[in-house]
């Protein structure tokens, strides 16, 4: 069974840059939530998204959107980048809030 | 509204046991266990319900202590594939949806 995707792997930006970043849950996942983590720290809240509605909302600037599609699958875009928006974006999926979640291996984002 | 994690960082030897904990400043409805290794994405451990314990792997087990709003998780004969960063994560009592991980404690495993 595939896993939660996430694409792209990589990614080096521009300041000023917009970016988009996608994840694909593990099929039968509803939920997904997005973390943004730095080296060294655990991963940071950004938003959780069940069933195509936002669920929570970490303490991220207005720059931070995100959506999930009918499939389920989600965005995550960011403008205007900042040199401290680099770091690993990870995207996880579970049943439902209460349940464990799977992670995606990440996007891992240079902002140069 | 971070948890906080103890210890830092563990180094242990082969087989011997470690514990690690989590506290919370808020009222909780559940705690997650993490582990992460160097360049991979954390992998889920278990979740503690409040009013419940769940127990994940053999050997790994946690405890959840809804009134100190602490949670622990214990690693018994530890082999060298326990090695990694292990986090808790945590949703508050009101269930805002929002999973919070602490820093992270790491372990290292010497053989």
């Known amino acids: 069974d595939a896993g939660v995707t996430q694409s792209p792997t990589h990614l080096i930006k521009t300041r000023g840059q917009h970016v988009t970043l996608r994840c694909s849950p593990i099929?039968?996942?509803?939920?997904v939530s997005w973390y943004q983590q730095v080296l060294g720290q655990g991963p940071q809240f950004i938003f959780q998204y069940y069933e195509k509605e936002e669920r929570g909302r970490g303490n991220f600037p207005d720059r931070f959107s995100a959506r999930q599609f009918p499939n389920y699958s989600s965005e995550l875009n960011v403008n205007a980048l900042l040199l401290g928006d680099s770091a690993l974006y990870l995207c996880a999926s579970s049943l439902a809030v209460n349940t464990g979640y799977t992670f995606g291996s990440g996007t891992r984002l240079t902002v140069v | 509204q971070q948890p906080v994690q103890s210890p830092q960082a563990v180094i242990l030897r082969e087989g011997e046991d470690a514990v690690i904990n989590c506290s919370s400043s808020k009222a909780l409805y559940s705690v997650h266990w993490y582990r992460q290794k160097h360049g991979e994405a954390p992998v889920f451990l278990m979740i503690?319900?409040?009013?419940?314990e769940q127990k994940g792997h053999e050997k790994i087990s946690a405890s959840f202590n809804e009134k100190k709003q602490q949670s622990s998780l214990y690693l018994t004969a530890s082999q060298l594939s326990y090695s990694g960063t292990y986090f808790c994560?945590?949703?508050?009592?009101?269930?805002?949806?929002?999973?919070?991980f602490g820093k992270g404690t790491r372990l290292h495993i010497l053989p």
């Open positions: 099929s039968g996942h509803k939920s």
């Open positions: 503690l319900l409040k009013g419940g």
């Open positions: 994560g945590t949703e508050k009592a009101n269930r805002d949806d929002k999973i919070i």
